[in-house]
């Protein structure tokens, strides 16, 4: 696939005033004069599978870098699909085709949103075909085929050093996969080294990949002493890999106040809701920057409101953004010395904010000064306050500037470890940071934008902004990053939205975005006062639970509509989610996923379903089935409870006349199962079936339970 014989190392840097440019054919890296560098390049097999590639330099001379990118040739497919991890947390990720544009922001956002992603070192060509992502990517080859789908696969191991750029080039007359180092600017004395590609490539099928690169990555973490004892280590600090809470700011926003909270928390209680995390986000402060200031809203103090959350069960979360401030907040007018400047000495900023009206000012991470007050900052939040958890946002804008002997890669990882490093055993989550650096640093992480109110904020979605507000753009996110689920950290989709106030979501809309947080998440937060749900809604929020893990077998995508194959235990589902404006009809016979079972229970119909029965979809609309296995006595074959039907159901027991089991279903309201049967007098848990459907195989039973 990629032509590693034929690639070329493409390398520009200053050196005693002069430009040098060299293309270095691969095999030549070694043997070629590099005037002020040593270059050391090695191709590592560890096995059919797996290559490692390593790009070292070593400054003899003072040289300041500007490009060092590896080209290799590529045979790419027509059918073949792109993945491209965009920059930070929020920016949009997808599987693009040779048809697919990248569009920057609008010239005249630049000023407003240019600093949220890589428009400022990225020339985005705007042509089709022109693809490029940061950290790790794939190609999907021709994504018809039959299961298992082989992935060829790139991921950066060296993101403590710089930000690694992927760029896919399927459309250029040599079509090309190229990988650099974002290192422009980068100053090297004489014996400094630095190690500018670290890869690993790696093809198989999608576990196999991603398996194999997150094993190297910790290998990697466990070799370097200074991180030994911090990447990697957020399953001890979690008891669980699922997890529900409430956060306020998808409904309040800056509204928030403290009877507004304890009103929430109340609500939970009341119902008994087994969430684990109750959140507090932004608006609880006086200024952003003034983290240990209360504002008049929060009259008894937020360590009253922790000591509430956590004698309900809870932990309890806080939102904070440590590495900015705003242009009101004492720490700008106070101490204009924390402030990240430029070189002519004008202040660093990181974008424009509406809520805050104001332009946010990074801090100069570097300062033992802000490093100090920004301790102080967690002592007084984790030890004083006693938080549980802290929601770390608007990470990337650290980074935005780097000092001339790092990258912004080196910075992001730099500030990553050290917030691993003062939390100690609290929780992070981290938000608005560019991925590789979290890896391993943080316990939860986003992996989309916020979600909005609507589908789509149109002002945004016209200005460009990959970065933008949306509830399309998260719910894509949701699906394309879920392999970084359970492995670089626990994967936070953000919020449902299952309340009828305060939204322009359809119900389409609004089960869509729950339904897929649910499948490929692991923090499960809503903003909602579930005090005011109806009982249809509450029925909804609450089949969520148990929370189980669920194993997903295949995705596959066709014009924005998904089929998916997943499974929980040993029960197999399909899934159909139509993130489109248009209706579109399924035929499971042709689908991607032919398992191979005549029926299926349809869980927003209630009923079991031949498999050779089209299926509809609405605008929006998904659809969970689950598997009927004929071929079993007594199998579970439809439920009623759970989001995922049956997922409720434990120690399940047959024999020939009965079924018992145990429902972990939190409602208390009766509910129906389906069983098949050889017979129609088969037994659940004692009781006889309320319904009895014949089909060729034998029998379907319905009872309420």
Same mark, same amino acid.
């Given at each position: 696939?990629?032509?590693?014989?034929?690639?070329?190392?493409?390398?520009?840097?200053?050196?005693?005033?002069?430009?040098?440019?060299?293309?270095?054919?691969l095999?030549?890296?070694?043997?070629?004069?590099?005037?002020?560098?040593?270059?050391?390049? %090695?191709?590592?097999?560890?096995?059919?599978?797996?290559?490692?590639?390593?790009?070292?330099?070593?400054?003899?001379? !003072? &040289?300041?870098?500007?490009?060092?990118?590896?080209?290799?040739? @590529?045979?790419?497919?027509?059918?073949d699909?792109?993945?491209?991890?965009?920059?930070?947390?929020?920016?949009?990720t997808?599987?693009?085709?040779?048809?697919?544009?990248?569009?920057?922001?609008?010239?005249?956002?630049?000023?407003?949103?240019?600093?949220?992603?890589? /428009?400022?070192?990225?020339?985005?060509?705007?042509? #089709?075909?022109?693809?490029?992502?940061?950290?790790?990517?794939?190609?999907?080859?021709?994504? #018809?085929?039959?299961m298992?789908?082989?992935?060829?696969?790139?991921?950066?191991?060296?993101?403590?050093?710089?930000?690694t750029?992927?760029? *896919?080039?399927?459309n250029?007359?040599?079509?090309?996969?190229?990988?650099?180092?974002d290192?422009?600017?980068?100053?090297?004395?004489?014996?400094?080294? *630095?190690?500018?590609?670290?890869?690993?490539?790696?093809?198989?099928?999608?576990?196999?990949?991603?398996? !194999?690169?997150?094993?190297?990555? #910790? +290998?990697?973490?466990?070799?370097?002493?200074?991180?030994?004892?911090?990447?990697?280590?957020?399953?001890?600090?979690?008891?669980?890999t699922?997890?529900?809470?409430?956060?306020?700011?998808?409904? /309040? /926003?800056?509204?928030?106040?403290?009877?507004? &909270?304890?009103?929430?928390?109340?609500?939970?209680?009341?119902?008994?809701?087994?969430?684990?995390?109750?959140?507090?986000?932004?608006?609880?402060?006086?200024?952003?920057?003034?983290?240990?200031?209360?504002?008049?809203?929060?009259?008894?103090?937020?360590?009253?409101?922790?000591?509430?959350?956590?004698?309900?069960? /809870?932990?309890?979360?806080?939102?904070?953004?440590?590495?900015?401030?705003?242009? =009101?907040?004492?720490?700008?007018?106070?101490?204009?010395?924390?402030?990240?400047?430029?070189?002519?000495?004008?202040?660093? !900023?990181?974008?424009?904010? &509406?809520?805050?009206?104001?332009?946010?000012?990074?801090?100069?991470?570097?300062?033992?000064?802000?490093?100090?007050?920004?301790?102080?900052?967690?002592?007084?939040?984790?030890?004083?306050?006693?938080?549980?958890?802290?929601?770390?946002?608007?990470?990337?804008? @650290?980074?935005?500037?780097?000092?001339?002997?790092?990258?912004?890669?080196?910075?992001?990882?730099?500030?990553?470890?050290?917030?691993?490093?003062? @939390?100690?055993d609290?929780?992070?989550?981290?938000?608005?940071?560019?991925?590789?650096?979290?890896?391993?640093? !943080?316990?939860?992480?986003?992996?989309?934008?916020?979600?909005?109110?609507?589908?789509?904020?149109?002002?945004?979605?016209?200005?460009?902004?990959?970065?933008?507000?949306?509830?399309?753009?998260?719910?894509?996110?949701?699906?394309?990053?879920?392999?970084? $689920?359970?492995?670089?950290?626990?994967?936070?989709?953000?919020?449902?939205?299952?309340?009828?106030?305060?939204?322009?979501?359809?119900?389409?809309?609004?089960?869509?975005?729950?339904?897929?947080?649910?499948?490929?998440?692991?923090?499960?937060?809503?903003?909602?006062?579930?005090?005011?749900?109806?009982?249809q809604?509450?029925?909804?929020y609450?089949?969520?639970?148990?929370?189980?893990?669920?194993?997903?077998?295949?995705?596959?995508?066709?014009?924005?509509?998904?089929?998916?194959?997943?499974?929980?235990?040993?029960?197999?589902?399909?899934?159909?989610?139509?993130?489109?404006?248009?209706?579109?009809?399924?035929?499971?016979?042709?689908?991607?996923?032919?398992?191979?079972?005549?029926?299926f229970?349809?869980?927003?119909?209630?009923?079991?379903v031949?498999?050779?029965?089209?299926? %509809?979809?609405q605008?929006?609309?998904?659809?969970?089935?689950?598997?009927?296995?004929?071929?079993? $006595?007594?199998?579970?074959?439809?439920?009623?409870?759970?989001?995922?039907?049956?997922?409720?159901?434990?120690?399940?027991?047959?024999?020939?006349?009965?079924?018992?089991?145990?429902?972990?279903?939190?409602?208390?309201?009766?509910?129906?199962?389906?069983l098949?049967?050889?017979?129609?007098?088969? +037994?659940?848990?004692?009781?006889?079936?309320?319904?009895? =459907?014949?089909?060729?195989?034998?029998?379907?039973? =319905?009872?309420?339970v």
């Open positions: 696939m990629y032509l590693l014989q034929q690639a070329i190392l493409h390398i520009s840097y200053l050196c005693q005033g002069k430009n040098i440019a060299l293309q270095i054919p095999q030549q890296i070694e043997h070629q004069p590099t005037p002020g560098l040593t270059l050391s390049f %090695t191709v590592s097999e560890h096995d059919i599978q797996t290559r490692r590639l390593q790009l070292q330099l070593l400054a003899t001379e !003072t &040289v300041q870098l500007r490009q060092i990118t590896l080209r290799m040739p @590529a045979n790419f497919l027509p059918n699909r792109f993945f491209c991890n965009g920059f930070q947390s929020w920016t949009f997808d599987e693009f085709t040779n048809r697919s544009r990248m569009l920057p922001v609008k010239w005249f956002a630049k000023p407003l949103a240019n600093a949220f992603g890589d /428009y400022q070192y990225y020339p985005y060509s705007q042509k #089709k075909g022109r693809l490029h992502g940061w950290t790790y990517a794939y190609l999907k080859h021709a994504p #018809k085929q039959q298992p789908l082989l992935f060829t696969f790139l991921g950066s191991l060296n993101e403590q050093h710089a930000y750029l992927i760029e *896919f080039t399927p250029a007359q040599q079509p090309a996969v190229a990988v650099s180092a290192c422009e600017g980068l100053l090297l004395k004489p014996g400094k080294q *630095f190690s500018a590609i670290n890869l690993l490539l790696a093809c198989g099928d999608e576990n196999f990949v991603f398996n !194999t690169y997150f094993e190297k990555l #910790k +290998q990697a973490a466990q070799n370097r002493s200074t991180d030994k004892n911090l990447s990697f280590t957020y399953k001890k600090r979690l008891p669980f699922e997890t529900a809470g409430w956060t306020s700011w998808y409904n /309040y /926003y800056q509204n928030i106040s403290e009877s507004i &909270v304890l009103e929430n928390l109340q609500n939970f209680e009341a119902h008994k809701i087994p969430v684990s995390i109750f959140q507090i986000d932004d608006g609880w402060q006086q200024a952003v920057g003034d983290w240990t200031k209360v504002n008049a809203k929060f009259p008894n103090g937020l360590a009253h409101i922790s000591r509430k959350i956590q004698a309900s069960g /809870y932990l309890a979360g806080l939102w904070l953004a440590p590495f900015i401030c705003q242009k =009101q907040s004492s720490i700008y007018k106070n101490f204009p010395q924390f402030l990240l400047r430029h070189a002519n000495g004008k202040p660093v !900023t990181a974008s424009f904010n &509406v809520v805050w009206k104001s332009y946010m000012y990074p801090l100069n991470f570097y300062l033992p000064q802000v490093q100090n007050y920004l301790k102080e900052v967690f002592d007084t939040l984790l030890n004083q306050w006693n938080f549980d958890l802290l929601k770390l946002d608007f990470l990337y804008a @650290a980074a935005l500037c780097p000092p001339r002997g790092k990258t912004r890669g080196e910075v992001m990882y730099d500030v990553m470890k050290w917030l691993r490093q003062v @939390a100690g609290k929780l992070i989550l981290g938000c608005g940071v560019p991925l590789g650096a979290a890896f391993g640093h !943080t316990d939860f992480c986003r992996i989309g934008p916020d979600v909005h109110l609507g589908w789509e904020m149109p002002l945004l979605k016209w200005l460009g902004s990959r970065e933008g507000v949306s509830t399309f753009g998260a719910i894509k996110n949701t699906i394309h990053r879920r392999q970084l $689920n359970g492995r670089a950290f626990y994967n936070d989709p953000d919020v449902s939205i299952l309340r009828l106030q305060n939204n322009q979501l359809t119900a389409e809309q609004r089960y869509t975005l729950f339904f897929i947080n649910q499948l490929f998440g692991s923090l499960q937060f809503v903003s909602d006062n579930i005090g005011q749900y109806n009982a809604t509450m029925h909804l609450l089949s969520q639970f148990p929370l189980r893990q669920k194993q997903i077998q295949a995705v596959f995508e066709q014009n924005n509509v998904y089929s998916i194959y997943f499974t929980i235990d040993n029960l197999h589902y399909l899934a159909f989610s139509n993130l489109s404006g248009k209706s579109t009809a399924i035929n499971l016979l042709k689908s991607h996923h032919p398992l191979p079972y005549p029926y229970y349809h869980n927003r119909l209630q009923t079991i031949p498999a050779n029965e089209p299926i %509809t979809l605008p929006y609309q998904t659809v969970c089935l689950l598997a009927v296995n004929t071929g079993q $006595n007594g199998a579970l074959a439809g439920g009623n409870a759970h989001l995922f039907p049956c997922a409720d159901v434990v120690n399940l027991q047959i024999n020939e006349t009965e079924v018992t089991f145990e429902t972990r279903k939190i409602q208390n309201l009766p509910s129906l199962v389906w098949f049967g050889n017979h129609p007098g088969m +037994q659940l848990m004692g009781k006889h079936p309320i319904t009895i =459907q014949q089909i060729p195989e034998g029998y379907l039973l =319905q009872y309420e």
